[in-house]
């Protein structure tokens, strides 16, 4: 069976993946086919028979159980692993653009890098230094002009201001920067070169809350086809208008947000559980006649007719619940009394003389939930590190709760944990004299399945190994747990728990995450780092999301000599109410067809549960017969329905955006 196009590009070593078919930069946005594809790794099959479409346009978020085969369904897309079976069909001339595994570290300017994501405008620049015939230079020019390629610095330096760079650090090699700052880097490069179909796998693992703010907001803005593989809600929320759900190896599309594709499964699960109960009991009851009556000669032809009608009713397949393993920190054994810490005119820094952060006058009491806010580079982490007691003030006063306990977790602490001991060995070393049957216990509690206990933490998987660090963090039931991005290696469900324990915990918590619904869910104050300091901010996320999308990017040369202004905050929000209104009837429509698939959905559902009773084709072959046409004139219409859904919300993100 025929996979993926034979057009693919090799692989290259560009700070992304961009894969051509054919030799133009189209015009196409491109739509994606996926039908009867199955797909293993090392011998085990991920995908098995799945079938998919997504129309020109739509931003799908790819969702599904840690080790479900979201990764490898992308390699199938772009061609680097090969199906088992069935096809993945693309428009002709469309390109697929992903981020690379390894960042660009060259001594390159990172602007640069940037701009030579576009491979059609840097070769047709090039070739205009050295054409002579006029025809060549005007078809050039023409083309040049087509695409953009004159403002394409202001584009390029739009997009690494929002990813975090600023004017001086767009300039600079990339090779002064850490992998996950060159990681951003990658992440810019594939957006500027603005693919037909954009694949992004955790964009937002090496994002601050900041960047992925200013990510929601341009994956929502994207003229093309996005598939972006993500555990973030409010991403998923925010930035998608379908979900694509990989669940026992099939692939199934919701229309909506990951909260509709919620929702809708919950239903749907409901009516299956419904469904099996019935087609369970239809089958007992012929099953119970067969056994009472098929040795009997006076009820055999029954009893046949019963074995026969059994064979074909089939079964309603069981919904399979993933149970998630939860978390628990241990309760502080003394509450501390409040203040916990007190600072006053702090400052602190990694050298003499040369503080991150100063003028620092807060405390911290008993019961506070915080959340820190600011872009990387800020000194959140920094702060963390003070606050912890890793870092010693280098002046004003800091007084701290007696016999304070302070437990802190952060990502790169990973490297910490000894690869070739398991996750028993790693709490035996914290309690020497215990009995094993409670050293297990502990790790239990940490949400390490009873499987895993005894694997070495290498062969453990990311969300695994910080598990077993969070734990680590919290063993001596602190008063006060420090977060630094606790949630990169954990899926939704994980997340849920990691809320649910973290909610359940009596300490104080300080969080530093770029999840904005694990920051809405857990904590009751924002504290900004910026500017050399830190400050309450006394706005919501919400407020914080708006500061974030709306402020200043890079302008041209042009725009700075001419005096132009930024818009003033009355003035955009009364253009926004203005552009609402006029978008009202568009608006409207697109609620009437969600009205209407909702409808369609509920009845196919309703349809599905009556054919599934055998009796019904007994007692009412007919009846059976009008009910299967129902259901196939619904299912047309709900695809019908949804079409437009998608083109018209396409429309009105598109109008919005302005």
Request: include cysteine.
């Amino acid at each position: 069976m025929p996979t993926c196009r034979s057009e693919r590009t090799a692989r290259t070593p560009e700070p992304f993946r961009a894969l051509a078919f054919g030799v133009e930069f189209g015009q196409n946005r491109a739509m994606i086919s996926i039908s009867d594809l199955s797909a293993r790794i090392a011998g085990r099959l991920l995908i098995d028979n799945a079938s998919v479409t997504l129309p020109a346009g739509t931003k799908a978020g790819l969702v599904g159980k840690n080790g479900a085969g979201k990764s490898t369904l992308f390699r199938v897309i772009t061609g680097d692993l090969a199906a088992e079976s069935g096809a993945v069909s693309i428009p002709r001339n469309a390109r697929i653009g992903q981020v690379a595994q390894e960042a660009p570290g060259t001594e390159e300017p990172l602007i640069e890098i940037v701009l030579k994501a576009d491979k059609e405008r840097t070769a047709l620049l090039a070739e205009a230094e050295t054409a002579t015939d006029p025809h060549r230079i005007a078809d050039i020019q023409t083309r040049l002009a087509d695409i953009g390629a004159h403002s394409a610095e202001a584009r390029a330096a739009s997009i690494l201001a929002g990813l975090g760079f600023d004017h001086e650090a767009q300039h600079r090699p990339a090779s002064s920067f850490s992998g996950g700052w060159r990681m951003r880097v990658a992440l810019a490069a594939v957006l500027f070169s603005e693919p037909d179909l954009l694949l992004l796998d955790e964009p937002t693992n090496y994002l601050d809350l900041e960047g992925t703010l200013w990510l929601e907001d341009y994956i929502r803005r994207y003229p093309h086809t996005v598939i972006i593989i993500s555990h973030d809600r409010d991403l998923l929320n925010t930035a998608v208008n379908s979900i694509v759900h990989l669940d026992q190896k099939k692939l199934t599309f919701y229309r909506g947000s990951y909260d509709q594709f919620e929702r809708q499964k919950a239903e749907a699960d409901e009516l299956q559980m419904k469904a099996k109960a019935k087609n369970d009991a239809a089958r007992k009851h012929l099953q119970s006649f067969i056994d009472r009556f098929k040795a009997k000669a006076s009820k055999a032809r029954q009893a046949q007719s019963r074995i026969k009608a059994l064979e074909r009713m089939g079964t309603v397949a069981s919904v399979i619940e993933d149970h998630v393993m939860g978390f628990s920190f241990p309760e502080p054994e003394k509450q501390a009394a409040s203040p916990i810490i007190a600072v006053s005119g702090g400052a602190v820094g990694y050298e003499p003389d040369k503080p991150i952060l100063k003028r620092l006058n807060l405390r911290i009491d008993a019961d506070d939930r915080i959340a820190l806010l600011g872009s990387n580079g800020n000194g959140k982490s920094t702060f963390a590190k003070f606050v912890s007691g890793r870092l010693d003030a280098e002046s004003g006063e800091v007084k701290l709760a007696p016999n304070l306990k302070i437990g802190f977790f952060a990502q790169h602490q990973l490297d910490d944990l000894i690869p070739n001991q398991t996750a028993v060995e790693h709490v035996r070393r914290r309690m020497p004299e215990t009995p094993e049957a409670k050293v297990r216990a502990r790790v239990a509690q940490m949400g390490l399945a009873t499987e895993k206990m005894d694997t070495q933490v290498k062969d453990l998987s990311g969300g695994e190994k910080a598990r077993l660090l969070m734990g680590l963090a919290a063993f001596d039931a602190p008063n006060l747990l420090i977060l630094d991005e606790p949630t990169n290696h954990l899926d939704i469900d994980s997340r849920n728990a990691l809320i649910q324990a973290l909610n359940d915990y009596s300490g104080a918590v300080i969080l530093i995450s770029h999840d904005r619904h694990l920051i809405e869910a857990t904590v009751d104050r924002l504290w900004l780092v910026r500017d050399g300091t830190v400050s309450t901010f006394d706005g919501d996320l919400e407020e914080y999301r708006s500061l974030v999308v709306a402020s200043p990017k890079p302008r041209d040369d042009k725009a700075r000599t001419n005096g132009d202004d930024s818009v003033s905050k009355a003035d955009q929000r009364k253009l926004n109410a203005d552009r609402r209104a006029s978008l009202a009837p568009l608006k409207k429509k697109i609620n009437e067809i969600e009205s209407l698939t909702a409808k369609l959905e509920k009845l196919i559902q309703a349809l599905d549960v009556e054919l599934a009773d055998p009796a019904l084709y007994e007692k009412a072959p007919a009846k059976a017969a009008e009910k299967a046409k129902q259901r196939s004139d619904a299912a047309d219409k709900l695809s019908a329905a949804e079409e437009q859904w998608l083109e018209l919300s396409s429309e009105y993100e598109s109008a919005m955006a302005g």
